[in-house]
Nanobody, 124 residues
Framework: QEQLVESGGGLVQAGGSLRLSCAAS????????MGWFRQAPGKEREFVAA????????SYADSVKGRFTISRGNAKNTAYLQMNSLKPEDTAVYYC?????????????????WGQGTQVTVSS
């Protein structure tokens, strides 16, 4: 069974950093694009960042550009989100996802596999 599992969330003060990890199992996602999305209470799930199957192309939401960096491991079955200069408005549940498109797309509908999410809370 295909599975994506996120880890690395937690509570951090504004200006701090966290690194989220996403581990895939059950199948190989090496030919898939990987993405990170987030959902705050009462809001829709929104795009954060994505990376192509090769790791050579990335895409970011304007709200996180220059602060967050997405990457994937050498085996291509893991993905990471380095989050620096965190702000209280970054507080949300963060989800890892995989897309057959292989390109770093930003639409929720283009991702077929999803993790359970990890909570990130940024205090002011």
């Amino acid at each position: 069974q295909e599975q994506l599992v996120e880890s690395g969330g937690g509570l951090v003060q504004a200006g701090g950093s966290l690194r989220l990890s996403c581990a895939a199992s059950g199948r190989t996602f090496s030919s898939y694009a990987m993405g990170w999305f987030r959902q705050a209470p009462g809001k829709e799930r929104e795009f954060v960042a994505a990376i192509s199957w090769s790791g050579g192309s990335t895409s970011y939401a304007d709200s996180v550009k220059g602060r967050f960096t997405i990457s994937r491991g050498n085996a291509k079955n893991t993905a990471y989100l380095q989050m620096n200069s965190l702000k209280p408005e970054d507080t949300a549940v963060y989800y890892c996802a995989a897309s057959r498109t292989a390109r770093p797309v930003a639409s929720v509908q283009q991702y077929e596999y999803w993790g359970q999410g990890t909570q990130v809370t940024v205090s002011s």
